[in-house]
């Protein structure tokens, strides 16, 4: 299943990235939907939310708290964010490799789509 995130992991593909060790990396969105939007991925190859196991549990709280710590250095964790996880199809996921977005910088608006 590697997508081009994984070759971002490895260093094979350019990317900003802003932070990396041996569990996640976390990089600028090509595309951004706003001013701040940060990418955090895990190394490990997991395609979706759907392929999560037991043993991943440590790495997704992982996600999470780099999140926050990322959050904090971009400078919007008191401004506040939008944490999101796509899954499938419907869900809007493009790229076949779990992340996490991080997007901040202005007001997100409405959650959804109705
Ligand atoms: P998804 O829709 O799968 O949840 O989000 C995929 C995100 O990855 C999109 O926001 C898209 O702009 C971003 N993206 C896709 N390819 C690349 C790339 O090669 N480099 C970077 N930095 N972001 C990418």
């Not at 490990?44 to 549990?57: F, G, P, W, Y």
């Not at 790229?95 to 007001?107: I, Q, S, T």
Request: charge should be negative.
């Amino acid at each position: 299943m590697s997508t081009i995130f994984s070759k971002i992991i490895r260093g094979e593909a350019d990317a900003d990235i802003v932070y990396q060790d041996d569990r996640v990396t976390c990089f600028r969105d090509i595309n951004p939907a706003a001013p701040v939007h940060i990418l955090i991925v895990p190394n490990k190859e997991i395609a979706t939310v759907n392929d999560l196991s037991d043993e991943d549990q440590v790495l997704v709280g992982y996600m999470f708290l780099t999140a926050k710590r990322l959050a904090r250095e971009e400078g919007i964790h008191e401004s506040g964010y939008r944490l999101i996880i796509n899954c499938n199809r419907d869900g809007g996921q493009v790229v076949d490799h779990l992340h996490l977005h991080l997007m901040g910088g202005r007001p997100m608006g409405p959650m959804v789509v109705r």
